[in-house]
């Protein structure tokens, strides 16, 4: 079956440093990518997407590129805030499970200091 | 306001008891999701929902049951709640779609002594 594979965390950063979170799948076919991130008390929101390979998602300065070579889609951001601090999980879907159902990595907890 | 709602946020109950966790979207998404969060595990999907009235298995449906009676609604109950069911639960929903994302709602904590 489908799996994911996130770095292991926990992860403490200074202010204004580069992030990179690392995340590979296993998967058959075509699968779309995601990373979600989750604020403490709150619920999971979408970061960012991809749906090809070689796709790139991004939002809030966080980007992330689909490898199919690799079989990664790492997360990266230039330059971190405190804010930035939550758990990020990376997921998969439309692999050799249904399309509408994703699988998750574990998470990577992420710790910015000021 | 749109969105997808969870009740109740907290819940402490005893072994044995049964226990129902709601959950409510306003978007008419067609599917909707049930998941458990667990340290080490990320989230495990514990049963999906197609439509009103269709339901299915995911990874850890052992113990849990579910119905969907209503589009908007998807409420999960644990018949016979045990300690191994001590988590953090959370309902999504999404569109028709293929590869759409999911919506989330903000979570049940659920202790059970």
């Known amino acids: 079956g489908d799996s994911v594979t996130q770095m292991e965390g926990p992860v403490t950063l200074s202010e204004e440093a580069f992030l990179t979170i690392n995340c590979t799948y296993t998967?058959?076919?075509?699968?779309?990518l995601f990373w979600y991130v989750q604020y403490p008390g709150e619920g999971l929101q979408l970061l960012l997407k991809?749906?090809?390979?070689?796709d790139k998602g991004s939002n809030k300065g966080f980007e992330a590129t689909y490898r199919k070579e690799t079989t990664s889609f790492h997360l990266e951001k230039g330059s971190v805030q405190v804010s930035d601090s939550a758990v990020y999980f990376c997921?998969?879907?439309?692999?050799?499970?249904?399309?509408?159902?994703?699988?998750f990595g574990s998470g990577t907890q992420l710790t910015v200091l000021p | 306001d749109a969105g997808i709602t969870q009740s109740p946020r907290y819940k402490i109950t005893e072994t044995g008891r049964q226990v129902t966790l709601m959950c409510h979207q306003t978007?008419?998404?067609?599917?909707m999701f049930w998941y458990r969060q667990d340290l080490g595990h990320g989230l495990r999907l514990i049963y999906y929902?197609?439509?009103?009235?269709?339901?299915d298995k995911g990874e850890v449906p052992d113990g849990y049951v579910v119905s969907r009676s209503k589009t908007e609604n998807f409420p999960l109950t644990l018949e016979s709640a045990t300690r191994s069911q001590t988590s953090v639960y959370f309902c999504?929903?999404?569109?028709?779609?293929?590869?759409?994302?999911?919506?989330f709602g903000d979570g049940t904590r659920l202790s059970i002594l």
């Open positions: 999504a929903s999404s569109e028709r779609v293929n590869n759409q994302p999911q919506h």
């Open positions: 998967a058959t076919g075509y699968p779309s």
């Open positions: 991809a749906t090809k390979a070689d």
């Open positions: 997921a998969l879907s439309g692999g050799s499970g249904s399309a509408r159902q994703l699988t």
């Open positions: 978007w008419s998404h067609s599917y």
């Open positions: 929902s197609a439509a009103a009235d269709i339901t």
